[in-house]
């Protein structure tokens, strides 16, 4: 049986191409955004385009991977740095002047993790986000998120890059039948390092990711500051329990049945729990990483200009995408929660939002989670260094 999340997961293309068909074509489109397939229900857009005071070209075009869409960015920024080649337009100033790459999109899906890169490269502009009237319903940690200096490093006083439109995290999956039988099910980080799991776990191939659960196992923040001989040890015990690595394919594994368990996202596993009953997922009970995605404008966009006190049409989105009801369509629909949800009494949500706590995880669990912080570049190198020679030395 075919359930309502998997479908719209797999039609969601499709649908967002036959719903932009009878639109103008893309080069007269009044808003143009690029998206993450699969993370803005079309129902959504349908109930944007009816809001809308007139009739207006819409032009959602979904991308696969975050990484499809970060590439976008760096893209139209070299494109804006090209010299003009034809002689003629270089001798005529104006015509030279604030050139604008082709097909520049007014919003693009940001994951965090790019957001501190896509920063210090400038390839974003900072939003006024402060100005929109649901701004206010976020809650302080989305909020302070995508408050940056200009290195991309967090700063209260800094400005905001991002408008956080939908959150998942970090979980545990695992094919029931293997733990039925080990008498045994997985609550927490620790399980990871359980001896009867040894060859049987798949990770991710995140040096961020994995250190972060390593730390948190030894009851530590997922954002170690330490990167000592005690998580050095601990990591290259995980480590030797690993079968597989992969940032894209780490499910496919547990679902042949090579490996028993599974570090991974939310917004992957979900899916899998739609449509195969051999696999259960968890939130270790510890907390967990949170992730986001965001509404980024990119550098090479115009400045959005406001015409007196109404909101432009990019700031209709965003603010749209806050709004109550919604928030709630958006991860009744989706396969990753809006913030907004977090502000809102839980007996008040749709019963399939509430009882799915792989999609929202408890509030004690919430309190006791965190986003992963951007790391400087002596961080980041340290990180990569610890990540190597774990590897390295096992496996050699």
């Known amino acids: 049986m075919i359930k309502r999340r998997s479908l719209l997961a797999g039609a969601g293309a499709l649908a967002l191409a036959q719903l932009l068909a009878g639109c103008n074509s893309r080069s007269n489109a009044a808003l143009r955004v690029r998206l993450l397939d699969g993370s ?40 804006e740095a090209e010299p003009v080649r034809s002689g003629w337009r270089e001798r005529i100033p104006f015509l030279n002047s604030n050139r604008q790459p082709d097909n520049v999109a007014d919003l693009v899906t940001l994951g965090d993790y790019w957001l501190a890169s896509a920063i210090r490269q400038e390839l974003i502009q900072p939003l006024e986000l402060e100005t929109l009237p649901e701004w206010e319903k976020l809650p302080d940690r989305w909020q302070a998120l995508v408050r940056r200096d200009r290195q991309g490093q967090l700063n209260p006083e800094g400005e905001l890059w991002a408008a956080p439109y939908r959150w998942g995290s970090a979980v545990i999956a695992y094919r029931i039948e293997e733990f039925e039988e080990l008498g045994w099910t997985p609550t927490d980080w620790q399980d990871l390092w359980r001896p009867e799991l040894k060859g049987h776990v798949s990770l991710l191939d995140s040096p961020t990711a994995v250190i972060g659960v390593t730390s948190k196992k030894l009851g530590q923040s997922f954002n170690p500051t330490d990167l000592g001989e005690q998580l050095q040890a601990e990591l290259q015990a995980l480590h030797q329990q690993s079968k597989f690595y992969s940032s894209d394919n780490y499910l496919q594994p547990l679902l042949l049945g090579d490996t028993w368990i599974a570090l991974g996202w939310s917004t992957d596993v979900l899916p899998v729990l739609e449509r195969d009953r051999r696999i259960a997922a968890i939130v270790p009970e510890s907390g967990t990483i949170l992730t986001a995605d965001a509404w980024v404008r990119p550098a090479a966009a115009e400045p959005v200009t406001r015409p007196g006190d109404e ?5 209709q989105w965003m603010n749209f995408c806050w709004q109550r009801q919604n928030a709630v369509n958006l991860s009744l629909l989706g396969t990753a929660v809006s913030p907004v949800l977090t502000t809102l009494n839980r007996t ?3 019963a399939p939002i509430q009882q799915n706590s ?15 912080e951007p790391l400087s570049e002596e961080a980041i190198a340290q990180y990569h260094r610890l990540w190597t020679e774990v590897r390295e030395k096992v496996e050699g």
């Open 348 to 350: 008040d949500l749709p």
């Open 40 to 79: 803005v229900p079309v129902q959504l857009l349908r109930a944007f385009q009816r809001d809308l005071e007139q009739q207006l070209a819409l032009d959602f075009l979904p991308q696969p991977q975050l990484s499809d869409l970060y590439d976008l960015l760096q893209t139209w920024k070299q494109a």
């Open 358 to 372: 792989v999609l929202l995880p408890s509030t004690e669990v919430l309190e006791r989670s965190e986003f992963l």
């Open 311 to 315: 909101l432009t049409l990019v700031e």
